[in-house]
């Protein structure tokens, strides 16, 4: 049984056979010019080494965060924050579907367009986040009764043309979100019952299409222990695999509760890490009962230490990603009652406990 609180629903064809990790930078750069690989933007020397993102430039991985438009657009010491940390930014909302997409064929870029381009003026990474979703749907889509017919072409053209808006600048996708149970049977969804589970190969082809660069990811939460989710999605994950299906990483929510990280995580990753498969830590939050103690501090400064070293001690982790920066906006107290303090800074920006233990779990030399 997963040790962690479950998440409330609110919320090239083949494998690579590259490792990611020990990349020298400036082999990262030669094979991004040969077109094998694609690591934009990392920028060894142009962070203190003692930020973030400093440690994980170091390193050649990701440090990213989570961020939303309202935050961007209005508050500086927040975007201060952002980029004096952060080699990578994920849109907590911007490029879901009921943004994009509010209307059908009708498209609204402005957000998702507003982060990409704080992102490549702040040499900063972009994942994707997400192309199939069950959630966060527009209401033109949920109750439109389209046939499989209708929704398999609504899908494609949807892939098609976000991540096409994007090709080149978004490294990674979370093409697939969210599509298993805790038991590890399919997610009842708009896609699973009307098209079968068939829908993720041809997301990850549509979406491998539209961008070959990008490294195409499944995220789920509640798998990062060795459970019966997990286990229902390595059996996936080697099946596509196996047909060639352009699958090229698994995203790990990772969303806990303060002293519960699951003990399998480590050897969890690693079994998808020896299919070839990229692993990331996507959505790290460490939720606290309110009020949060000093040792409820400390233990979570453990826990981010421990999660993002469960990640990175792993071959082919590519970075970590936490679900904001401050907890001024974090999505957890709205969501869980009585719990908050989740993230590295606090409401006014200071740095938590649980930022150096991020940090630690970063440094090289630790
Ligand atoms: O629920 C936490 C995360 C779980 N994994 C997938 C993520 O995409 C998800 O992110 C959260 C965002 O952090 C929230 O900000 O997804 C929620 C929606 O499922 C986001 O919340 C929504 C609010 O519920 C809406 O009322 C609001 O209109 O954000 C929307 C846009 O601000």
Redesign the pocket.
């Known amino acids: 049984m997963s040790t962690q609180a479950s ?1 409330p629903s ?2 090239s064809h083949r494998r690579r056979r590259r490792v990611l990790r020990p990349l020298p930078l400036a082999a990262a750069g030669l094979l991004v010019a040969t077109g094998v690989y694609a690591l934009p933007q990392l920028t060894p020397g142009a962070s203190a080494a003692t930020t973030l993102r400093g440690y994980a430039d170091a390193r050649g991985v990701r440090i990213g965060t ?1 961020v ?1 438009d309202s935050a961007l657009t209005s508050d500086s010491s927040y975007t201060a924050v952002l980029d004096r940390e952060f080699n990578s930014v994920t849109a ?2 911007a490029m ?1 579907w009921d ?1 994009v997409e509010p209307t059908r064929g009708g498209f609204d870029w402005a957000a998702a367009d507003r982060l990409v381009a704080h992102a490549a003026a702040h040499k900063q990474g972009v994942r994707g ?2 192309l199939v ?1 069950y ?2 749907l527009p209401s033109w889509l949920r109750n439109g009764d389209f046939s499989a017919t209708q929704l398999n072409s609504i899908l494609k053209s949807h892939i098609d043309t976000e991540v096409g808006r994007y090709k080149g600048r978004v490294y990674a996708w979370d093409v697939v ?2 599509a298993f149970n805790d038991d590890g049977s399919m997610r009842s969804s708009l896609w699973q019952t009307k098209l079968g589970t068939g829908y993720i190969a041809n997301a990850l082809k549509w979406a491998h299409a539209a961008d070959p660069a990008a490294r195409l990811y499944i995220n789920d ?1 509640n798998i990062e222990a060795d459970n019966a989710k997990s286990d229902a999605l390595y059996a996936l994950a080697k099946q596509l695999l196996a047909q060639g299906v352009p699958l090229n990483g698994i995203g790990f ?1 990772s ?1 806990f509760v303060v002293g519960k990280l699951p003990s399998t995580m480590k050897a969890n990753l690693k079994r998808f890490s020896d299919l070839g498969l990229e692993v990331s830590v996507t ?1 790290l939050d460490v939720r606290i009962p309110l009020p949060a103690s000093a040792a409820e501090l400390a233990q979570q400064s453990k826990d981010y230490k421990t999660a993002s070293e469960n990640c990175l001690g792993v071959p082919r982790c590519a970075g970590v990603t936490v ?2 920066i401050t907890d001024k906006y974090s ?1 957890v107290p709205s ?1 869980f009652t009585g719990y908050g303090a989740a993230l590295p800074f606090d409401e006014r920006y200071t740095a938590k406990p649980a930022y150096t233990g991020l940090s630690k779990g970063l440094d090289p030399k630790a």
Do not use: C, M
């Open positions: 998440t609110p919320s989570a939303g907590e909302n879901k943004a986040h997400t979703w959630s966060q979100n969210e939460y929510q969303h959505e679900w904001g999505w969501t």
